[in-house]
Antibody
Framework: QVRLVESGGGVVQPGGSLRLSCTAS????????MHWVRQTPGKGLEWMTF????????QYADFVKGRFTISRDNSKNTLYLQMNSLSAEDTAVYYC????????????????WGQGTMVTVSS | EIVLTQSPATLSLSPGEGATLSCRAS??????LAWYQQKPGQPPRLLIY???NRATGIPARFSGSRSGTDFTLTISRLEPEDFAVYYC?????????FGQGTRLEIK
């Protein structure tokens, strides 16, 4: 069964940091580019960042550049998102998502999504 | 960045009726547009990719089309499980963007 499972969400104070993980199973993780997408009630779905299968290309939305870092460990079938300098505006459900196509630099479509992990930034 | 504008914001229909949802891109995205369905408490589900290709396991009542920068998702006969929020997303270039969504509700 193809599956993505996020973890690492929770409550963090403004200015704090958090690292999210996304563990993949049921497919060849090392063969696909991966993304992080977040969802807030006010702004809907927001694409955040992409990492190519071999980690040789990263893409970021402007609103996370310099604050968030995407990485992966193909030996552990796991994608990461390191989030620093968090603010209330970062409160959201965070999803990892898999590219439908293979290892190239594809900006979607996203055929597999995790269930999401909630991040709340509050003092 | 490319802005995707979805209309209407809310669509009220009855089961058995047909639905037409629109997504307009602020500039060309070629045919690199996808549609997703999202139900409460669930992640989005890929329905259509590259404007008109159904994703694996998606019923034939869902179809997509393109006319220039205007894209349409058509649901031919609504089933009770089709009432949800629908989003479009382009993959023409970076950054990826999503439309704001259309809520399909039961009339």
């Amino acid at each position: 069964q193809v599956r993505l499972v996020e973890s690492g969400g929770g409550v963090v104070q403004p200015g704090g940091s958090l690292r999210l993980s996304c563990t993949a199973s049921g497919f060849s993780f090392s063969s696909y580019g991966m993304h992080w997408v977040r969802q807030t009630p006010g702004k809907g779905l927001e694409w955040m960042t992409f990492l190519r299968s071999d980690s040789n290309e990263q893409q970021y939305a402007d609103f996370v550049k310099g604050r968030f870092t995407i990485s992966r460990d193909n030996s552990k079938n796991t994608l990461y998102l390191q989030m620093n300098s968090l603010s209330a505006e970062d409160t959201a459900v965070y999803y990892c998502a898999k590219n439908r196509e293979g290892p190239g630099s594809y900006a979607g479509p996203f055929d597999i999504w995790g269930q999401g992990t909630m991040v709340t930034v509050s003092s | 960045e490319i802005v995707l504008t979805q209309s209407p914001a809310t669509l009220s229909l009855s089961p058995g009726e047909g639905a037409t949802l629109s997504c307009r891109a602020s500039q060309s995205v070629g045919s690199y547009l996808a549609w997703y369905q999202q139900k409460p408490g669930q992640p989005p589900r890929l329905l259509i990719y590259d404007a008109s290709n159904r994703a694996t396991g998606i019923p034939a009542r869902f179809s997509g089309s393109r006319s220039g920068t205007d894209f349409t998702l058509t649901i031919s006969r609504l089933e009770p499980e089709d009432f949800a929020v629908y989003y479009c997303q382009h993959r023409n270039n970076w950054p990826v963007t999503f439309g704001q969504g259309t809520r399909l509700e039961i009339k």
